[in-house]
């Protein structure tokens, strides 16, 4: 089993930046079997929404919303992945979660709150 651990949340003003951090441990064979890392987000009353994924060859996949305003990075070595988030908008504010997927499964962080103030 993977853990998670989320870092690099918090308040920050509409077109500011914020590095989100997931680290992920686990035995050798449970961090060898991820292949893909993400962020999600989820704001209250609303179902969890993609906002970038990375597989470990480095093929990213962003949501509209995203695209252009925010980049997905791993470190393979680290088993780190990490989201730069640039032009935020108030729109942005909500809990982000990372996910890792090993084959059919797909492990969760805790979540760090996201809040962008105009």
């Known amino acids: 089993q993977v853990q998670l651990v989320e870092s690099g949340g918090g308040l920050v003003q509409a077109e500011g930046s914020l590095r989100l951090s997931c680290a992920a441990s686990g035995s050798i064979f449970s961090i060898f079997s991820i292949n893909a890392m993400g962020w999600y987000r989820q704001a209250p009353g609303k179902q969890r929404e993609m906002v970038a994924t990375i597989t470990r060859g480095g093929s990213t996949n962003y949501a509209d919303s995203a695209k252009g305003r925010f980049t997905i990075t791993r470190d393979n070595a680290k088993n780190t992945v990490y989201l730069q988030m640039n032009s935020l908008k108030t729109k942005d504010t909500t809990v982000y979660y990372c996910?890792?997927?090993?084959?059919?499964?797909?492990?969760w962080g805790q979540g760090t709150q996201v809040t962008v103030s105009s």
């Open positions: 996910a890792v997927e090993q084959g059919p499964r797909r492990s």
